[in-house]
């Protein structure tokens, strides 16, 4: 069984960071691309950043270029999510997903697995 587990949410001051983590399980993890999205109330699921299978190659949106940084550890099969300078408007439920394709990587259909998410709140 497929798991993928996000760790790291919480509440941080804007200007802040967050370095979130997702544990995933039960599937050969150095062949799948690794993605962020995230949900604010209200609003549809938006991509963030993915990550190719061996790394090599990684994409961001336009909101968090410069600013988040998206990396993985094939021998622990772990991805993290490093955001810094963070903004109000990235609250949200951040969820990590699997895909074992690079197709149209940054579309929520793409991807073969998804974990429950994990709240990341910022404050003013």
């Known amino acids: 069984q497929v798991q993928l587990v996000e760790s790291g949410g919480g509440l941080v001051q804007a200007g802040g960071s967050l370095r979130l983590s997702c544990a995933a399980s039960?599937?050969?993890?150095?062949?799948?691309?690794m993605g962020w999205f995230r949900q604010a109330p209200g609003k549809e699921r938006e991509f963030v950043a993915a990550?190719?299978?061996?790394?090599?190659?990684?994409y961001y949106a336009d909101s968090v270029k410069g600013r988040f940084t998206i990396s993985r550890d094939n021998a622990k099969m772990t991805s993290y999510l490093q955001m810094n300078r963070l903004k109000l408007e990235d609250t949200a439920v951040y969820y990590c997903?699997?895909?074992?394709?690079?197709?149209?990587?940054?579309?929520?259909?793409?991807?073969?697995?998804w974990g429950q998410g994990t709240q990341v709140t910022v404050s003013s």
């Open positions: 997903a699997a895909s074992s394709g690079w197709g149209t990587i940054n579309v929520p259909q793409w991807y073969d697995y």
């Open positions: 039960g599937l050969p993890y150095s062949t799948y691309a």
């Open positions: 990550i190719s299978w061996g790394g090599g190659r990684v």
